[in-house]
């Protein structure tokens, strides 16, 4: 297993939007395209509280690949996620890392 650790950095006072539009449409398609969430996180304390970190489990880079691709070009999404947007962007920059365990991870 692989993990991709996303965090999506938010214009200022776009959070809750962020989080609308994943409770109410991206998780719907995850589910759709088999895309496996293990769970989200928003910052207490750190630099910014206009964020969300999040963590996706894959079995290998191919899977990443074909079910991202898939999710991404999905008509109904690019039409959810262009109607969040319509009167302001939400996500200013997004970090992306893919992520291997080590031999001594307890998640792996």
Same mark, same amino acid.
């Given at each position: 297993?692989?993990?991709?650790?996303?965090?999506?950095?938010?214009?200022?006072?776009?959070?809750?939007?962020?989080?609308?539009?994943?409770?109410?449409? %991206? =998780?719907?398609?995850?589910?759709? #395209?088999?895309?496996?969430? &293990?769970?989200? $996180?928003? %910052? =207490?304390?750190?630099?910014?509280? #206009?964020?969300?970190?999040? &963590?996706?489990? $894959?079995?290998? =880079?191919?899977?990443?690949?074909?079910?991202?691709?898939?999710?991404?070009?999905?008509?109904?999404?690019?039409?959810?996620?262009?109607?969040?947007?319509?009167?302001?962007?939400?996500?200013?920059?997004?970090?992306?890392?893919?992520?291997?365990?080590?031999?001594?991870?307890?998640?792996?």
């Amino acid at each position: 297993m692989i993990h991709e650790l996303r965090i999506y950095h938010c214009v200022p006072t776009r959070l809750p939007a962020l989080h609308e539009r994943f409770r109410n449409h %991206t =998780l719907g398609f995850w589910q759709k #395209h088999g895309i496996r969430q &293990l769970g989200f $996180w928003t %910052t =207490l304390v750190g630099p910014t509280n #206009h964020s969300l970190t999040y &963590l996706l489990e $894959w079995k290998d =880079l191919a899977e990443r690949e074909q079910k991202w691709n898939a999710f991404q070009a999905d008509a109904d999404w690019i039409k959810a996620r262009a109607a969040s947007e319509a009167s302001q962007p939400i996500v200013e920059r997004i970090e992306n890392q893919i992520l291997v365990p080590t031999d001594y991870s307890a998640l792996k």
